[in-house]
């Protein structure tokens, strides 16, 4: 092993190489070996047309992650689990076609690298069937220069599947907390632990290089055997980074409450404002049974831990990030991903193993526009590639998912109070449209498969049948056809329709307290 500054990192990777990157948005992203590629690479014009490749996002929309290589010349292919957080320069160069673009399953690349790891000639899954993964569809496609066949559709024992062939890994740069003189590397203050250890054994296969960014270096012989999560005989070089470059997630540099090291009272967490979001939560948390493994999605979704707070009944709750995070309370908005007072925090292709096999009670996800047969699209809208994370393994697997969004978007202002509430402003756009730009979620495949689905929004709650989306729920003080019906680009089943819980629309609840007994 050696030390060795960012800017040296550049010069070893060879050009044409494929690197695997880890990190999940800005939680354990080696952030200073990437702005040491980026320095050198503009001061060289190497490493040339390399290929990169992540299960998750890597960065955040402004300054980190994939930021670093959106320079023409520099980069052929990027393929990723999400897009969303890669940064307006690599988004651009993936909508104007400048750069290959896939997008695959971000459970599907974790279980990816062990894959590759041991030698396997690659991955095969049912995830993603019926979506637009599938290369029936678009094959994870992201714009027309991404020709190259990265995932098959193959039948084996009677059964369709997909199959993701292994891809040969030069480098893998990956992140800890702390290396010691061997380069044994810790993952102490990192809020989870991903697939650090898989990237750099997928890596070693092929007799590539491991570069690890950390905290600090300590002398050999002083860490903990199991405190060890990536051995040193993995690992080619270290590099110290700058506390700015090593942020805990995109919002906190550091919070020993996110890695576990200290726990937090729950009612110190500031409860949710009175808005579509907490209207939503509220509404959202009546689909959770007492005991039952929930995961919970990014957005709106991560508000349902806070009602259950604010409610009393936090502790009734198991509840699941793919991350690999497990109990506690799950943080919102830009330190997403991780938790409060996590009960257990496990490697996040461990976690896709569970999911996978149907191992979560309900999921509540985000809902950014479905069409008349319950498809769902979260990863692409108006050419503007986001990606599908960790949702179509979460709801290939899901008994009880919930779709948790406003019911349009874009300028939509409400009042709520008094147990009512009102649209004072439409949003431009509508999400119930006729048919989504791209399926992440193929609702009559969950239909046929017996999936129960929810889709719950401020002013209405639908249910997905085999023949279509059924309005069950209107919220008080909203009126059906011009606030609903007339919000929509199709008609849905209209039968038997109640009137949410005006609790619900109220400054003080009490109805999931009183569920939870």
Same mark, same amino acid.
């Given at each position: 092993?050696?030390?060795?500054?960012?800017?040296?990192? +550049?010069?070893?990777?060879?050009?044409?190489?494929?690197?695997?990157?880890?990190?999940?948005?800005?939680?354990?992203?080696?952030?200073?070996?990437?702005?040491?590629?980026?320095?050198?690479?503009?001061?060289?014009?190497?490493?040339?047309? *390399?290929?990169?490749?992540?299960?998750?996002?890597?960065?955040?929309?402004?300054?980190? +992650?994939?930021?670093?290589?959106?320079?023409?010349?520099?980069?052929?292919?990027?393929?990723?689990?999400?897009?969303?957080?890669?940064?307006?320069?690599?988004?651009?160069?993936?909508?104007?076609?400048?750069?290959?673009? !896939?997008?695959?399953?971000? +459970?599907?690349?974790?279980?990816?690298?062990?894959?590759?790891?041991?030698?396997?000639?690659?991955?095969?899954?049912?995830?993603?069937?019926?979506?637009?993964?599938?290369?029936?569809?678009?094959?994870?496609?992201?714009?027309?220069?991404?020709?190259?066949?990265?995932?098959?559709?193959?039948?084996?024992?009677?059964?369709?599947?997909? !199959? !993701?062939?292994?891809?040969?890994?030069?480098?893998?740069?990956?992140?800890?907390? *702390?290396?010691?003189?061997?380069?044994?590397?810790?993952?102490?203050?990192?809020?989870?632990?991903?697939?650090?250890?898989?990237?750099?054994?997928?890596?070693?296969?092929?007799?590539?290089?491991?570069?690890?960014?950390?905290?600090?270096?300590?002398?050999?012989?002083?860490?903990?055997?199991?405190?060890?999560? *990536?051995?040193?005989?993995?690992?080619?070089?270290?590099?110290?980074?700058?506390?700015?470059?090593?942020?805990?997630?995109?919002?906190?540099?550091?919070?020993?409450?996110?890695?576990?090291?200290?726990?937090?009272?729950?009612?110190?967490?500031?409860?949710?404002?009175?808005?579509?979001?907490?209207?939503?939560?509220?509404?959202?948390?009546?689909?959770?049974?007492?005991?039952?493994?929930?995961?919970?999605?990014?957005?709106?979704?991560?508000?349902?831990?806070?009602?259950?707070?604010?409610?009393? *009944?936090?502790?009734?709750?198991?509840?699941?990030?793919?991350?690999?995070?497990?109990?506690?309370?799950?943080?919102?908005?830009?330190?997403?991903?991780?938790? !409060?007072?996590?009960?257990?925090?496990?490697?996040?292709?461990?976690?896709?193993?569970?999911?996978?096999?149907?191992?979560?009670?309900?999921?509540?996800?985000?809902?950014?526009?479905?069409?008349?047969?319950?498809?769902?699209?979260?990863?692409?809208?108006?050419?503007?590639?986001?990606?599908?994370?960790?949702?179509?393994?979460?709801?290939?697997?899901?008994?009880?998912?919930?779709?948790?969004?406003?019911?349009?978007?874009?300028?939509?202002?409400?009042?709520?109070?008094?147990?009512?509430?009102?649209?004072?402003?439409?949003?431009?756009?509508?999400?119930?449209?006729?048919?989504?730009?791209?399926?992440?979620?193929? +609702?009559?495949?969950?239909?046929?498969?017996?999936?129960?689905?929810?889709?719950?929004?401020?002013?209405?709650?639908?249910?997905?049948?085999?023949?279509?989306?059924?309005?069950?729920?209107?919220?008080?003080?909203?009126?059906?056809?011009?606030?609903?019906?007339?919000?929509?680009?199709?008609?849905?089943?209209?039968?038997?329709?109640?009137?949410?819980?005006?609790?619900?629309?109220?400054?003080?609840?009490?109805?999931?307290?009183?569920?939870?007994?």
């Amino acid at each position: 092993m050696q030390v060795i500054n960012a800017d040296d990192v +550049g010069a070893l990777i060879p050009d044409d190489a494929t690197i695997f990157l880890g990190g999940l948005a800005v939680t354990s992203l080696p952030e200073e070996i990437l702005q040491g590629v980026e320095r050198h690479f503009l001061k060289t014009g190497h490493p040339q047309m *390399v290929s990169t490749w992540a299960c998750g996002a890597v960065g955040n929309s402004g300054e980190a +992650g994939m930021k670093h290589f959106a320079h023409p010349g520099m980069i052929r292919r990027v393929v990723a689990g999400h897009f969303g957080q890669t940064g307006k320069e690599m988004m651009k160069m993936v909508f104007d076609g400048e750069v290959e673009a !896939y997008n695959f399953p971000q +459970g599907s690349l974790s279980h990816l690298t062990r894959q590759i790891a041991n030698k396997s000639p690659g991955l095969l899954t049912q995830v993603g069937l019926g979506t637009f993964v599938d290369p029936r569809q678009e094959g994870g496609r992201m714009n027309p220069r991404s020709t190259a066949p990265l995932v098959k559709l193959v039948a084996f024992e009677g059964q369709e599947w997909l !199959y !993701y062939p292994s891809p040969k890994i030069d480098v893998a740069i990956i992140r800890g907390t *702390v290396a010691d003189e061997r380069g044994n590397i810790t993952l102490d203050k990192e809020g989870v632990l991903l697939e650090q250890l898989s990237i750099a054994q997928a890596a070693k296969r092929w007799g590539g290089k491991v570069f690890v960014q950390v905290e600090r270096i300590v002398k050999a012989g002083s860490l903990h055997p199991k405190a060890v999560k *990536v051995p040193g005989f993995l690992v080619d070089y270290v590099i110290v980074a700058q506390p700015e470059n090593h942020m805990q997630t995109i919002a906190t540099q550091f919070n020993p409450a996110l890695c576990g090291d200290v726990q937090v009272p729950t009612g110190s967490l500031t409860p949710m404002p009175l808005d579509e979001r907490k209207v939503i939560a509220r509404r959202a948390a009546l689909e959770v049974k007492p005991g039952s493994l929930t995961n919970l999605g990014i957005g709106i979704p991560a508000g349902i831990p806070a009602v259950a707070a604010e409610e009393g *009944v936090a502790d009734s709750l198991t509840l699941s990030i793919e991350s690999g995070v497990n109990g506690g309370i799950p943080a919102q908005l830009g330190d997403f991903g991780l938790a !409060y007072n996590a009960e257990s925090i496990i490697e996040q292709s461990f976690q896709f193993d569970f999911y996978d096999g149907g191992g979560l009670d309900a999921s509540f996800l985000g809902l950014a526009q479905s069409d008349a047969h319950g498809n769902v699209n979260v990863s692409k809208f108006n050419g503007r590639p986001v990606g599908c994370g960790g949702f179509i393994n979460i709801t290939r697997s899901t008994k009880n998912l919930v779709f948790c969004g406003t019911f349009t978007a874009g300028g939509l202002e409400v009042a709520i109070g008094e147990g009512k509430l009102t649209i004072v402003k439409e949003g431009r756009s509508k999400k119930f449209i006729q048919q989504v730009e791209q399926i992440t979620f193929n +609702g009559h495949d969950a239909a046929v498969r017996g999936q129960n689905v929810l889709f719950v929004t401020e002013r209405a709650v639908l249910k997905l049948c085999e023949d279509g989306l059924e309005l069950i729920e209107v919220a008080p003080g909203i009126d059906l056809q011009r606030d609903v019906l007339d919000q929509m680009d199709f008609q849905p089943i209209v039968r038997n329709v109640k009137v949410m819980d005006a609790g619900i629309f109220s400054a003080t609840w009490g109805g999931l307290a009183a569920l939870h007994g």
